[in-house]
């Protein structure tokens, strides 16, 4: 009996901290944003009016949830579809072909995602500098010298969020890559070996081995595609832009953001953060079951 | 048909090589040159920045990081870091050790609806519950104010690293458990035949065993944490408490009026050099650890 008391009492103490902390910070916040989506309210006052679904159809009104809308959804798709196929192709590479200097290959791709996105954010303004950044002195190498009429990278509604694409990619491909090294390194090599004596060649062995036999770790890889997006296209917009030019670079949650504390209304401000929770949660949901396919053993 | 293809590709072997080397080395050089760059151009001096950038710097110029560190207070900004992250590990690991533990090993009332509920944790993205996690420390601080006129909870870095530790919880007890279900049950029963109790049984017998684990845990959330500015620039917003990824934001705004390049520079090393330092040290464990924490977005 005395010991049953010391065992609960332990249960207790190990997990008491974690939970309590675990609820003010995490849950009590989470179930926030939906309540709060539902009252218009300034924040700072205790003034708060319940106002149903009106942040909604606000949100549904406007253009600029629509823009932010647009430059996520074409962010996503970009940048899961390009870092996607590098990060592949570079995996099947380093794992599949005997080349020396893999492992500094491996160091080197992964640094990237070591690095603060403010940091990253930093040199990429650099690089797209308008007058002597990287990118345009280099485009002034074919240009015979001279470059009068300079790219804006970042200065152009048109062209900044495929320049913050670049960024991302940039960012991304390391991890992903690894992720990809990983599941490739558990299939048993005598697959290869003996499809290579059926004749077939790299390119055949990658589509017929390769892929399928990691498929399961795609999908995962894909869900994460969307929920890091979401966010890193946040954090990059942030420390790159601000929005700008002129909104033309906003997306979801620096949207969310921008009205929650510019604005001070923080109700409409949560309405974008439960929309944006749906819609990645669905988007998740819809991925997953197109991509489904029978799980090869092996 | 077979033989076909095996013969032009056996045909070209070194050509096929060639290709291969080329491609990893564009993108080696992508990911080189760009940092390299920021390294070179945090020793130019302010006059070097207007001509091309392809130009190595005339002589080292020291100045650009003593200015990032005193002027451009990166130094105390650095400290306020060194602050938090150590902070926010050590509560981290006190709470999510124990709790990771008892969760993975012990049958108890609300196991299973603990271990869904941190599972589902994993899926809440920290930026978007940070205004309401503003809001809850602003209305605690507006209330101290009122009953004992003082603040506590907003600008206060001990906050901040409470904060940080409890949104890495889900992803750290996730991957803390994982090592401790795969662990044999006959440790801690020879343990307790021994007269071990249960507190001893996991500082001196569980944990050690887990050390490799603990380590991916730490590798993995100080990169995040010393690299975190959104909470950081949102609950603190006195000058004086900012940590680095928020003061190199200032550093950037600034530059862009005051023309102030090489100090930029400098203070964009200042911020990278710890985390690449780190990294060479134990890429391989990093690397390693992505398998079983690859779960972080």
Sequence with gaps: ?298 | MGNKEEKRLQGSPKLVKFFIYLVLALLAVTIIVPVAWVFVASIKENSEFYGSPWVLPKGIHYQNFIDAWQKADMGSYMLNSVIVTALALALLIIIALPAAYVLARFKFLGRGFWNTMFMAGLFINVNYIVVPIFLMLNNGDIWLRQTFGGTFFLNNLFILALVYASTALPFTIYLLSGYFKSLAKDYEEAAYVDGAGYFYTMVRIIMPMAKPSIVTVILFNFLSFWNEYIISMTLLTKAELKTLPVGLMNLMAAQRSAVQYGQMYAGLVIVMLPTLILYMCVQKKLTQGMTIGGLKG
């Design chain 1, 1 to 298: 009996m005395k010991n049953k008391r010391r065992r609960s009492g332990f249960i207790a103490l190990c997990v008491t901290p974690a939970i309590v902390l675990f609820i003010i910070f995490m849950i009590i916040p989470t179930i926030d944003v939906f309540r709060m989506s539902l009252y218009r309210w300034g924040g700072y006052t205790a003034e708060k009016t319940f106002v149903g679904l009106q942040n909604f159809s606000t949100l549904f009104a406007s253009d600029k949830f629509y823009r932010a809308f647009q430059n996520s959804i074409l962010l996503i798709v970009i940048v899961t579809i390009v870092t996607f196929f590098f990060a592949i192709i570079f995996a099947a590479i380093l794992t599949r072909e005997k080349i020396k200097g893999q492992n500094f290959f491996r160091v080197i791709f992964y640094i990237p995602n070591i690095l603060s996105i403010v940091v990253i954010s930093a040199i990429f303004s650099a690089i797209y500098d308008p007058n002597n950044g990287l990118l345009n002195s280099f485009i002034a190498l074919f240009k015979g010298g001279t470059n009068d009429t300079p790219v804006l990278w970042l200065g152009s509604p048109k062209i900044v969020i495929y320049s913050i694409a670049i960024a991302m990619v940039w960012q991304a491909i390391g991890y992903y890559m690894v992720m990809y090294m990983a599941s490739m390194a558990n299939i048993p090599e005598s697959l290869y070996e003996s499809a290579a004596l059926e004749g077939a060649g790299r390119i055949k062995q990658f589509t017929a081995i390769t892929l399928p036999l990691i498929w399961t770790n795609i999908r995962t890889t894909l869900t994460f595609f969307i929920i890091s997006n979401i966010n890193m296209s946040f954090l990059f917009v942030k420390a790159m832009t601000n929005s700008g030019p002129d909104g033309a670079s906003s997306v979801f949650l620096s949207y969310m953001y921008q009205e929650a504390y510019t604005n001070s209304s923080y109700g409409y401000g949560m309405a974008i953060g439960v929309m944006v929770f749906l819609f990645s949660f669905a988007l998740a949901a819809i991925l997953n079951a197109v991509t489904k396919r029978e799980e090869i053993e092996f």
